[in-house]
């Protein structure tokens, strides 16, 4: 069963290390969150099997990693200054905290109470009227800090794709269709109930732009919502938690002629993991007049040219990993003691295989670090001899490595070990030679 609340994912990240209040030591700083050991081993995971999708399995698109702070006029005419921005109200009362307005109405529709009504939650003091509130960070290049100086964190990665659109072109021997993929991180000024790591002040975004001749593009935001949807299938999520959401016409950005969103049903509701959008010829158009520059594709065959439309799948790091958390804790029961477990698909596992020796003594730990040490070379894999053997492998289902190796008595008789398996706690005997074929034949099954 996948996990019931959000407190149950949050107290075993703290508790493993995966994910962790960032700034604890001065009390923490809102909705910001650092990243342990663990955590960024499944981090990677997710990653690699975001990039292995874009761009190892396909001869379409390429990669790119650009800035996060670029020219101001990018946000000028993205749209980001005048339109980035959410309707906040501060409370008249005590507590004098923000909120947002859009959340306190919708929480009140579903308590069926009075939207337009509504007080502060914390202090029940009345509340100001709306005002819009930019998200974007802004700071300063140079000493002196005015107008002329000013520039802004980034606050979706896209952006950045779209100013090297030219630049890709005259590389990439790429024409339409192609796409645009990257990696990293974006910043917004939320103001959030918390919710860990669904929506945090800076993130990581996944994002890929796809250059369509205006008359695919319905037929490439249908592949596009199609194939995102399935990706998080193949990264372990049950089909029954998943759904693709069409917007609403009065969700709709002004320039999208279609956004759907793929949800997870995570413990705090459907909530969204990832967009697509067919953003038309917006942001190429903006880009084009803003900085006087053509940025069409041409022809060489015709000397015609025009502006791609665009297709964009814009998903979260930091959310992905939330949905894969909350859908593979379990807790069982084992000889009657309660386990805790992270079914998680052994691609995302942190670690692949732990190996353990039985005892501390008669040459046990010697054996298991020589396997260890062969192992590694192809996978990631930990040596643990802390503790009795159900501890240890405690530990190891608690991070959702899929198996553990015992090194035993028998091991000096037959060159054989213990195999675990994490989910169905099946324990076999297999040879030492091969060990790490066998475990990469199931990682990858
Ligand atoms: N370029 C389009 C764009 O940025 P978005 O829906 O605002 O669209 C895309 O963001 C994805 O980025 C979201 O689906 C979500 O996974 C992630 N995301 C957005 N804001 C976030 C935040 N404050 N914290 C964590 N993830 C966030």
Redesign the pocket.
Known sequence: MPAATMDEVVALCKRRGLIFPASEIYGGIANTYDYGHYGVLLKRNVSDAWWKAMIQERDDIVALDSAIIQHPKTWEASGHLSGFSDPLVQCLGKCKKRWRLDHLQEAAVENGEDPAAVKCPQCGGDLTEPRAFNLMFETNIGPVQDESSTVYLRP?T?QGIFLDFKQTLSYARKKPPFGIAQIGK?F?N?ITPGNF?????E?E?M?MEFFVPPEEAEQWYEYWCQERLNWYVKLGINPERLRLRPHEADELSFYSSGTS?VEYLYPIGWS????V?NRGNYDLTQHAEHSRQKLEWKDPQTGKGYLPHVI?P???L??TMLALLCEAYDEDEIGGEKRTVLRLHPSMAPIKVAVLPLLRKDGHPEKAREIYEALRKRMSTEYDDGGNIGKRYRRQDEIGTPYGITVDHQTFEDDTVTLRDRDSLSQERVPVAGLADLLEAKINA
Do not use: H, K, P, V
């Open positions: 979706e896209a974006s917004r939320e790591i669904f929506r945090t002040l993130f975004q994002e969103d969204e993991l990832e967009g959008a964009e814009a998903a979260g930091g959310r």
